[in-house]
């Protein structure tokens, strides 16, 4: 059975920092692209940032600088280092793997940042 685990989200004043994690099992997780999404009340979900196979990043435009992914594959699990936040990077936070027709999803974790 595939699990995607996300954890770290809470509250945190504007500037600060979170570090999410995401813990897959049932994946041969060294194989797999993974996503961190966003989803914002009354907005569309949004991609965060992407880590492939080969540790090649990629960062939605809002969070460049701000945000790093990176991947343990040792631990099966994706990092997600959050800096300077901001008020607009409040929404839930979902941890996605992604191989050909594979694709799972986490349950998210919430992150609210305050003003």
């Known amino acids: 059975q595939v699990q995607l685990v996300e954890s770290g989200g809470g509250l945190v004043q504007a500037g600060g920092s979170l570090r999410l994690s995401c813990a897959t099992s049932?994946?041969?997780?060294?194989?797999?692209?993974m996503t961190w999404y966003r989803h914002a009340p009354g907005q569309q979900r949004a991609l965060v940032a992407s880590?492939?196979?080969?540790?090649?990043?990629n960062y939605g435009d809002s969070v460049k600088g701000r945000f790093t992914i990176s991947r343990d594959n040792a631990k099966n699990t994706v990092i997600l280092q959050m800096n300077r936040l901001e008020p607009e990077d409040t929404a839930v936070y979902y941890c996605?793997?992604?191989?050909?027709?594979?694709?799972?999803w986490g349950q998210g974790t919430p992150v609210t940042v305050a003003s």
């Open positions: 996605n793997a992604r191989l050909e027709y594979d694709d799972y």
């Open positions: 049932g994946i041969i997780f060294r194989f797999y692209t």
């Open positions: 880590i492939t196979s080969d540790s090649t990043t």
